[in-house]
């Protein structure tokens, strides 16, 4: 009988486990190469140009993700060149549940000492926990396989699920806006992927371009008056603040006044107010995010604070 594997995430740089994930993809990114004799229905050449292998993880654990970046440029993205990148499946045990991690059974996807990796967006809401995009990139090193596929190796033992986060409060330029329903970050960065002397895969990747942007929806219909139809400068102090709420085991969420929440600021940018819709009126406040004067973050993230 076949073997059923399940997502067991990902294991970074032999340090940290990056788990709480539904999902994970481990994804070739294959450019097909097809070819037709000259008048020929069919085609007579089959293969591949080029493949750009990726590893995509969406976790509810924000805080490893961040603590990762920290270490790395922007708040951004860290490189993974001193240690591999393992995507992790967990086979089930028949008529049981799992086999032990430390079982030699389980299938791993190796990324080594040749990737980067970043979050591109989460977005939280009202009642729910937030969830983290995530993305490995690989690169071509002469001499290894991009990706290797292992079998029957042990894994680690997932941390305890403790680091879960919630809807916070949002200020602008030290006003808190009220009502919020959700919270969306995204990135929108674009990755360059170059290959050349014949190679099959990308040797050199990066981020090319970041886009950060912010949408905040709001029930507090009357407080977006305050940005104007032209908008609203962050003031380049205080900005675009948002907590997230840390959930606690047992209950509902650790009190405001307690220091283990997370805080994501950015200080310069732009405020616009856009759609209104609904059947209970909700408001989307955009925020455009952009590098301070005189250089620095774009935004910082400080993990166990408190929330005003």
Known sequence: MANLFYPHGAYLLSATVLGQADDVQADQNVDELTHYASGDPMPGFVGSKKTEPEFRIDTTDLASVFTLVAAGDENLVRSLAAG????????????????????????????????????????????????????????????????????????PAQPDLTKLFTIGKVFINGTALNRIKKISWNNNPSVEKEAADGEAQPSHVCIGKVKPTVQVDTQELEQIQAFGDEGLALDGSNGLVVYLRKRLQGKINHPDASAVHLKLQATKGGVMWGRTSGEKATAQVNVALQRPSGGGAVWTITQDVAIP
């Open 84 to 155: 591999n990148a393992d995507l992790m499946f967990r086979q089930s045990k028949n008529q049981s549940t799992r086999e032990a991690v430390g079982a030699s059974k389980h299938i791993i996807y190796r990324l080594i000492q040749s990737a980067m990796f970043f979050w591109d967006s989460f977005e939280v809401s009202q009642d729910n926990e937030a969830k983290i995009n995530t993305r490995i990139v690989a690169a071509y090193k002469a001499g290894q396989p991009t990706v290797t596929l292992m079998k029957e190796q042990v894994v």
